[in-house]
C-alpha cells in the first residue's frame, strides 16, 4: 500500500515534468530554448514515471527492463539534443531569445539565412546542383 | 475505498499524458519551423516512455515497457538523422 503511493507521487512527478516541457515547447522563444525543454524535462518526465511504474509493481523484470530504458534515456537524449543544437545553428535559424553575444561566432560556420526561407526561395528558382 | 483512489489517480495521470501527447503532436503537424518539428519529435520520446509506463502499470503485462524501449531507441535514430539532414541542407551556401 505504501509502495503503491509512493509509486504513484512518483508517477505524479513526472508528469508534472511533461507538462512542464510541454509548455517550454509552445512558448518558449527560439528553438535553441525550444530543445533545451524538450530535451531536459522531457527525459526527466519518462524516467520519474518509469520509476513511479517499477516502485508500484516491484517485480525483477519490470525494474530491469525499467532501469535498462531509463539509461539509454539517460545515454540518447544528450547525443540527440547536440546533434540537433548544433545543426539549428549551423543552419542559421532565429536567435531571438538570445541575451548578450552569440559565444560561437567565428567557432562554427554558420548560414546568414534561416533555412526555411532558402527552402522556399528554392522552391521558386531552381538552384544549381553540387 | 483506497484502491478506488489510486485506479481514479492513474486515469487522471494517464488523461493529462494523453492532453501533453496531443499538444505535441499539434506542435508536430503545424511546426513554426523544420527544426521546430524534429523537436517535438525528440518531446514524443518521453511521451511515449511515460504512456508505455502507465499501460504497464495497468496492465500488469511486462511487455509494454519493451515497446516503450522500442520507440525511445527508433525516435533517438530519427532524431539523429533529421539533424544531419538539416545540418547538410543548412550548410550550403549560394
Same mark, same amino acid.
Given at each position: 500500500?505504501?509502495?503503491?503511493?509512493?509509486?504513484?507521487?512518483?508517477?505524479?512527478?513526472?508528469?508534472?515534468?511533461?507538462?512542464?516541457?510541454?509548455?517550454?515547447?509552445?512558448?518558449?522563444?527560439?528553438?535553441?530554448?525550444?530543445?533545451?525543454?524538450?530535451?531536459?524535462? $522531457?527525459?526527466?518526465?519518462? $524516467?520519474?514515471?518509469?520509476?513511479?511504474?517499477?516502485?508500484?509493481?516491484?517485480? *525483477?523484470?519490470?525494474?530491469?527492463?525499467?532501469?535498462?530504458?531509463?539509461?539509454?534515456?539517460?545515454?540518447?537524449?544528450?547525443?540527440? $539534443?547536440?546533434?540537433?543544437?548544433?545543426?539549428?545553428?549551423?543552419?542559421?535559424?532565429?536567435?531571438? /531569445?538570445?541575451?548578450? $553575444?552569440?559565444?560561437?561566432?567565428?567557432? *562554427?560556420?554558420?548560414?546568414?539565412?534561416?533555412?526555411?526561407?532558402?527552402?522556399?526561395? /528554392?522552391?521558386?528558382?531552381?538552384?544549381?546542383?553540387? | 475505498?483506497?484502491?478506488?483512489?489510486?485506479?481514479?489517480?492513474?486515469?487522471?495521470?494517464?488523461?493529462?499524458?494523453?492532453?501533453?501527447?496531443?499538444?505535441?503532436?499539434?506542435?508536430?503537424? %503545424?511546426?513554426?519551423?523544420?527544426?521546430?518539428?524534429? #523537436?517535438?519529435?525528440?518531446?514524443? %520520446?518521453?511521451?511515449?516512455?511515460? #504512456?508505455? =509506463?502507465?499501460?504497464?502499470?495497468?496492465? =500488469?503485462?511486462?511487455?509494454?515497457?519493451?515497446?516503450?524501449?522500442?520507440?525511445?531507441? %527508433?525516435?533517438?535514430?530519427?532524431?539523429?538523422?533529421?539533424?544531419?539532414?538539416?545540418?547538410?541542407? =543548412?550548410?550550403?551556401?549560394?
Amino acid at each position: 500500500m505504501i509502495l503503491e503511493i509512493l509509486g504513484l507521487l512518483l508517477q505524479a512527478i513526472g508528469v508534472f515534468f511533461l507538462v512542464a516541457a510541454i509548455v517550454g515547447v509552445l512558448r518558449f522563444a527560439d528553438p535553441l530554448q525550444r530543445m533545451h525543454a524538450s530535451a531536459k524535462a $522531457g527525459t526527466v518526465g519518462g $524516467g520519474f514515471v518509469l520509476l513511479g511504474v517499477m516502485v508500484e509493481m516491484g517485480r *525483477l523484470d519490470v525494474t530491469l527492463i525499467g532501469l535498462a530504458t531509463i539509461a539509454f534515456l539517460f545515454l540518447t537524449v544528450p547525443i540527440a $539534443g547536440h546533434l540537433l543544437g548544433r545543426a539549428t545553428y549551423v543552419s542559421g535559424a532565429r536567435l531571438d /531569445g538570445l541575451t548578450g $553575444g552569440d559565444a560561437l561566432e567565428g567557432v *562554427l560556420e554558420r548560414s546568414r539565412v534561416p533555412l526555411e526561407e532558402r527552402l522556399a526561395e /528554392g522552391a521558386e528558382a531552381p538552384q544549381d546542383k553540387r | 475505498m483506497s484502491a478506488g483512489f489510486l485506479a481514479h489517480a492513474h486515469t487522471f495521470l494517464l488523461g493529462v499524458v494523453v492532453v501533453v501527447l496531443a499538444l505535441t503532436g499539434w506542435r508536430l503537424v %503545424t511546426g513554426r519551423t523544420l527544426v521546430d518539428r524534429i #523537436i517535438a519529435l525528440d518531446m514524443l %520520446t518521453g511521451v511515449a516512455v511515460a #504512456i508505455a =509506463g502507465f499501460i504497464t502499470a495497468a496492465t =500488469g503485462r511486462r511487455e509494454f515497457l519493451d515497446v516503450g524501449f522500442g520507440t525511445a531507441l %527508433t525516435a533517438f535514430i530519427g532524431v539523429v538523422a533529421l539533424s544531419a539532414f538539416v545540418e547538410r541542407k =543548412g550548410r550550403r551556401q549560394k
